[in-house]
């Protein structure tokens, strides 16, 4: 018979929650997992071109190849998942959490955690959260749906296709696409410079002939009942559209990819902290948040650009937990890790200067940066220092820091770029 109380549970059964699942288990805490949708391995299950597991296996994978690893792993632990299982209410309760759930098999129930790692993942942002102007015709997707359409369904949703965004899942979809048979007319970006990473720009438009247009948005959709053009629009530095300079890209599709955002609502009623420049909570290095015993990680805590670094947060996140659970580490000693110059934001937001071993810091700088340099000062001292050939937004940087450099009396924490 399952438990219904735990150490640990985990919201989320993508690569972070399955990451954070395994590490709470071997640090022997007793773990469970929460899944809405029918099989473990969130979006991993929709992405089959390769290049995951780089850094962590070392190995060039598709996506349910690196998910597929994970949920071995768990059910080899025997780590119980909760599938087709929704959250109700989450509440904070005498020495831990109590959660109300609803699935088909157990109808509404109960579990109650010491601890619990939200690993919820991201959403995407929609037409109307860019405010398109037109009406609603069929034909109008995000760049994630379009994935699941194809690759999970086999449906092909339009035969002539405008992709709003140079986001990675745009970019691989646009190639896609036109392995598919479809044509892709272009990829519009309305910031100067492109948002996914190089590789993908290489390999998704450049070797497949697809044009990139810079500096250039989407501000009307045309058609009533089906899409059957755009407007196309080009845009100053303010990022304010040249009405007078417009043109009509004729199509069938138009594919929003136009980044993500951390999901965050179901934990929202016990008044977690959220960094506004990540959209997720503020945290430590352990990935605890300001409520004692909730730790978040993979996107739901930022979005990441490679899923290795999603997996290395949930284990983490897990193995916090699992200490937490176990009544250490609960003293801290919380210090802002302040941030200069050129960086777009650094998580974790602050440090528990009680806590010893390595600090993970991810960052990403505001702008593209040749010969950049990082370094991290603490009380006026230059702790660590790192060099880049060149630092860009869509590409996250890893740097890890030596606490055994940071005083438990230290004042001011700062990273430069």
Sequence with gaps: MVSNTWDVIVIGAGPAGLAAAIAAHQAGASVCLVERESRPGGILKQCIHDGFGLIRYAEKLTGPEYAWRDIEEVRRLRIPIYTETFLLQLHREAGGFALTLQNQELAVFQLSARALVAATGCRERTSRQVRIHGQRPAGIYTAGTVQHLINIEGYLPGRRCVILGSGDIGLIMARRLVLEGAQVEGVYEIK?????????????????????????????????????????????????????????VPCDTLIISVGLIPENDIHAPLGVELDSRTSGPAVDQRLSTNVPGLF????????????????????????????????????????????????????????????????????????????????LIVDGVTVLTKKYSVLRPPEMERISLDMAKVAAEAREVILRV
């Design 192 to 248: 100067g410079e492109p948002s996914g990473l190089t590789r993908n720009l290489v390999q998704c438009l450049q070797d497949y002939n697809i044009p990139l247009h810079l500096s250039t948005t989407v501000t009307e959709v045309l058609g009533k009942e089906r899409v059957e053009g755009v407007r196309v629009c080009p845009v100053d530095e303010e990022m304010q559209p040249q009405l007078g300079s417009s043109r009509i």
């Design 296 to 375: 978040s990680c993979g996107n739901a805590l930022h979005v990441n650009d490679l899923v290795d670094y999603v997996s290395e947060s949930g284990a983490t996140a897990g193995l916090a937990a699992a200490q937490y659970a176990q009544g250490q580490g609960v003293t801290k000693v919380h210090l802002d890790l302040l941030t200069q110059g050129d960086i777009l934001y650094a998580v974790p937001s602050r440090l528990d200067l009680l806590v010893g071993g390595e600090a993970v810091i991810y960052l990403r700088s505001s702008r593209t940066i040749h010969n950049a340099q990082v370094d």
